[in-house]
T-cell receptor
Framework: SQQGEEDPQALSIQEGENATMNCSYK?????LQWYRQNSGRGLVHLIL?????REKHSGRLRVTLDTSKKSSSLLITASRAADTASYFC???????????FGEGTQLTVNP | NAGVTQTPKFRVLKTGQSMTLLCAQD?????MYWYRQDPGMGLRLIHY???????AKGEVPDGYNVSRLKKQNFLLGLESAAPSQTSVYFC??????????FGAGTRLSVL
């Protein structure tokens, strides 16, 4: 079964608005990662946040992690049409090397 | 650097045929993975390897075999293809438990 679950499944916004996507997971993790996938392409990593971190920034991206609620959020500020893609969270287990991916959020940014 | 290269990019098989998907990475990563991506199901881990000569089962290993004879290559084999194996296959590699670097994917149709 999938470890991470993204919410919402789809999100449509206007250029310039902020986009927030959420990820919930079920078991203990040592890191959580966010990836982007453009249509027909492979996944590209965005941010990795470790279980002892609460917030991380990278450019227009902000990721938070709440281990007590087993949830994470990805905020994209001042969105652009080029941000249109699917976004996936992936959780790393406390032992082993495998990541488990959620089903993704399809973000559409309208010009 | 080419990163992670997958061949072929597209393939159509008949039920019962066999084939091998090749993944090559030039980043000297220890870990390599094979995922499949199906609509509405996100990415699911088929098999993975934590080093040359090692392989391990993931979430959906049935019907697939893998080999990692060289550190830079990870092969995924389908011995007797079934329509249920129609999917997009992604190879990825990583340093231990860090980011995954993905290939562009192989679109496989089994008729």
């Amino acid at each position: 079964s999938q470890q991470g679950e993204e919410d919402p499944q789809a999100l449509s916004i206007q250029e310039g608005e902020n986009a927030t996507m959420n990820c919930s997971y079920k078991t203990s993790i040592n890191n959580l990662q966010w990836y982007r996938q453009n249509s027909g392409r492979g996944l590209v990593h965005l941010i990795l946040i470790r279980s002892n971190e609460r917030e991380k920034h990278s450019g227009r991206l902000r990721v938070t992690l709440d281990t007590s609620k087993k949830s994470s959020s990805l905020l994209i500020t001042a969105s652009r049409a080029a941000d249109t893609a699917s976004y996936f969270c992936a959780t790393g287990w406390t032992s082993g090397s495998r990541l488990t991916f959620g089903e993704g959020t399809q973000l559409t940014v309208n010009p | 650097n080419a990163g992670v290269t997958q061949t072929p990019k597209f393939r159509v098989l008949k039920t019962g045929q066999s084939m091998t998907l090749l993944c090559a990475q030039d980043m000297n990563h220890e870990y390599m993975y094979w995922y499949r991506q199906d609509p509405g199901m996100g990415l699911r881990l088929i098999h993975y390897s934590v080093g040359e000569g090692t392989t391990a089962k993931g979430e959906v290993p049935d019907g697939y075999n893998v080999s990692r004879l060289k550190k830079q290559n990870f092969l995924l084999g389908l011995e007797s293809a079934a329509p249920s194996q129609t999917s997009v296959y992604f190879c990825a590699s990583s340093y231990f438990s860090g980011f995954l670097y993905f290939g562009a994917g192989t679109r496989l149709s089994v008729l």
